[in-house]
T-cell receptor, first 113, second 114 residues
Framework: SQQGEEDPQALSIQEGENATMNCSYK?????LQWYRQNSGRGLVHLIL?????REKHSGRLRVTLDTSKKSSSLLITASRAADTASYFC?????????????FGSGTRLQVQP | KAGVTQTPRYLIKTRGQQVTLSCSPI?????VSWYQQTPGQGLQFLFE???????NKGNFPGRFSGRQFSNSRSEMNVSTLELGDSALYLC?????????????FGPGTRLTVL
């Protein structure tokens, strides 16, 4: 089962606009990570935010974390056509002694040139 | 450093056959994890190997197995293939310094079962 649910499932914007994706999760976390996946390819790690952090920046990316609401958001500013991809949040979960990186369902972002 | 490599990139098999996929982690990474990605179930964790030992296992049937060699390279085997095993299989490696680190993914192996 998916630990996280992402919202929206799909997002289409124009180049230069900002894109915001949201992620909710169910259990307490050590950290939350965001990954990008270009169509049918491997995932690329974007950013990791620890449970004691509320906001983190990396280039045009801004991630926020609200542990009280068990939610996170990823903001991509000044989007480019090359940002077109699927974006996933992921958290480490512990279930019956099994530790796994559990992914959300993803947001498909389309940036129109 | 070279990234995570996976071979083969594409594979077509028929039901009942078995398949072996290979993954070479980033140099120095001792943890290797495997994931299955399908349109219906999304990304699901299969198992993790660390220093040649299975450290964690997801909720997959015993037909899915793996191993890791002393050079950290890993293989995943699926026996008695079913149509539902058609998926993108992703391998990821990580720095073993923490069990909660980011994962570095390979390009994946696209398996099609006919």
């Amino acid at each position: 089962s998916q630990q996280g649910e992402e919202d929206p499932q799909a997002l289409s914007i124009q180049e230069g606009e900002n894109a915001t994706m949201n992620c909710s999760y169910k259990t307490s976390i050590n950290n939350l990570q965001w990954y990008r996946q270009n169509s049918g390819r491997g995932l690329v790690h974007l950013i990791l935010i620890r449970s004691n952090e509320r906001e983190k920046h990396s280039g045009r990316l801004r991630v926020t974390l609200d542990t009280s609401k068990k939610s996170s958001s990823l903001l991509i500013t000044a989007s480019r056509a090359a940002d077109t991809a699927s974006y996933f949040c992921a958290t480490w979960t512990l279930d019956m002694g099994r530790r796994a990186l559990t992914f959300g369902s993803g947001t498909r972002l389309q940036v129109q040139p | 450093k070279a990234g995570v490599t996976q071979t083969p990139r594409y594979l077509i098999k028929t039901r009942g056959q078995q398949v072996t996929l290979s993954c070479s982690p980033i140099s120095g990474h001792r943890s290797v994890s495997w994931y299955q990605q399908t349109p219906g179930q999304g990304l699901q964790f299969l198992f993790e190997y660390f220093s040649e030992t299975q450290r964690n296992k997801g909720n997959f049937p015993g037909r899915f197995s793996g191993r890791q060699f002393s050079n950290s390279r890993s293989e995943m085997n699926v026996s008695t293939l079913e149509l539902g095993d058609s998926a993108l299989y992703l391998c990821a490696s990580s720095d073993s310094g923490s069990q909660y680190n980011e994962q570095f993914f390979g390009p994946g192996t696209r398996l099609t079962v006919l």
